[in-house]
């Protein structure tokens, strides 16, 4: 049976050439898609962890949830400690701490609400690789009173480099507190909303304005992404839940989850037409194929052979041709893939972003298998009404309809 089918493919060889076209095409196709939007999972995932959030945080139960409105109800009080158990872990990278504020930026004419972030300027700058200085420079362990500055607060106070501001907040007791600043840089980040309202000051800086010696969340920056849930996990475990709790990347930026889900069903659509647009172009040519070898198929029934030995022969080629057409089309997918993630494709900024960026098709083994898939399943999907209609049309009938 594997012998004849092999032949008949090479007998054929314009059709199973128009054949292996729709199929490779198809497949070629599903590879180069299903890799490109893989890639913006990829790049939007290390673009939110490496510009806010790192890969986790570890702050006090109930600070996700109203922390925003009142940090200071909110604080680890040593923090050392916790930050050493946590960096003893063999994934983790390393270990930052912050302390948030929110209040009133002052340039002498005008006042602007922001947010703050007291932060480890030199594990800050390490952590952060996404975020863009587009003015000045990043902040450094010697900045005791330096300020970077969101884009969007630079551009509502017209500040600039070596400017000098003030920053006056409500302290937890209650009392009104400021501290001067001398803006270092500009920064701009995957978030537009969040670059028109934050900056960051050193850690010691946010400690004297806020006269607390506390930090608000642990952000734990690990050495691949994909081990997040399972020090996630961990963490959970360890720490006790009545005191602190554990927020992954995806869990603090549900906007990705959003985008990823809204991606996932336009890929999902996608699949879909491929799969009718290569079904359709193959029972094209399998149908014209089969109904002009019906004298063929009668003479094998006239000699004995049964019906279903018939369905077995055209699902053999059908499916021969359709692994060969899958894996060419799997050949050509990675070529183009490789070809067109060496020159790159210039991306505009996603929706509420301010960065573009170089878009890439990834080589994905899962993409590849349903690429594949997709090609074999529309190829003997194609193949069914007409071996069902060849096996049962009478001998007499199939010997005289080559005649």
């Known amino acids: 049976m594997f012998k004849l089918a092999l032949r008949n493919i090479f007998r054929h060889r314009f059709r199973t050439a128009v054949t292996l076209a729709a199929i490779v095409f198809g497949v070629c196709g599903l590879v180069l898609s299903g890799g490109f939007v893989r890639d913006i999972f990829i790049q939007l995932a290390e673009a939110l962890i490496h510009s806010q959030s790192g890969h986790l945080q570890v702050s006090p139960t109930g600070y996700f949830s109203y922390g925003s409105r009142s940090p200071e109800k909110y604080v680890i009080e040593a923090p050392d400690r916790l930050q050493a158990v946590i960096a003893a872990m063999p994934q983790v990278d390393d270990v930052l701490m912050r302390v948030h504020f929110s209040g009133l930026l002052n340039n002498g004419r005008t006042d602007w609400p922001i ?12 952590l952060s690789s996404f975020m863009h200085i587009v003015a000045g420079r990043q902040l450094t362990d010697a900045d005791d009173f330096g300020a970077l500055v969101g884009q969007g607060v630079a551009q509502a106070l017209k500040l600039a480099p070596g400017d000098r501001v003030t920053v006056l907040l409500s302290t937890a007791d209650g009392a009104l ?32 304005l806020l006269g607390s010696q506390g930090v608000n969340t642990l952000v734990v920056s690990l050495k691949r992404t ?6 996630a996990a961990a963490l959970r475990a360890t720490l006790p839940p009545p005191k602190f709790e554990v927020r992954t990347w995806v869990q603090l930026n549900d906007f990705y989850e959003k985008t990823i889900a809204l991606y996932e069903q336009q890929f999902g659509f996608l699949q879909l037409i491929i799969l009718a647009m290569v079904l359709l172009s193959v029972a094209n040519s399998v149908n014209m194929s089969v109904f002009e070898r019906v004298g063929e198929f009668g003479t094998m029934v006239a000699l004995g052979n049964r019906a279903r030995q018939v369905r077995g022969l055209i699902f053999t080629e059908t499916a021969m041709v359709g692994m ?21 494709i210039p991306m505009p900024p996603p929706p509420n972003a301010n960065l573009g960026y170089t878009g ?35 001998v007499v009938d199939a010997l005289r309809a080559n005649v």
């Open 226 to 231: 994909s081990d997040t849930e399972r020090v």
């Open 115 to 126: 947010i703050g972030e007291g932060v480890q300027a030199s594990k800050e700058s390490k």
């Open 360 to 394: 890439f098709i990834r080589v994905v083994p899962g993409v590849l298998a349903l690429a594949f898939a997709v090609g074999l399943a529309a190829t003997l999907l194609a193949a069914i009404l007409p071996a069902v209609r060849v096996s049962r049309m009478p």
């Open 324 to 344: 060969i057409g899958g894996l060419l089309g799997l050949a050509l997918g990675i070529a183009l893939a490789l070809l067109i993630s060496a020159i790159g």
């Open 177 to 208: 507190n400021n501290i001067d600043l001398e803006v270092i840089g500009v920064f701009q980040s995957f978030s537009k909303d969040f670059d028109a309202r934050a900056i960051r000051i050193p850690l010691k800086a946010a400690h004297e």
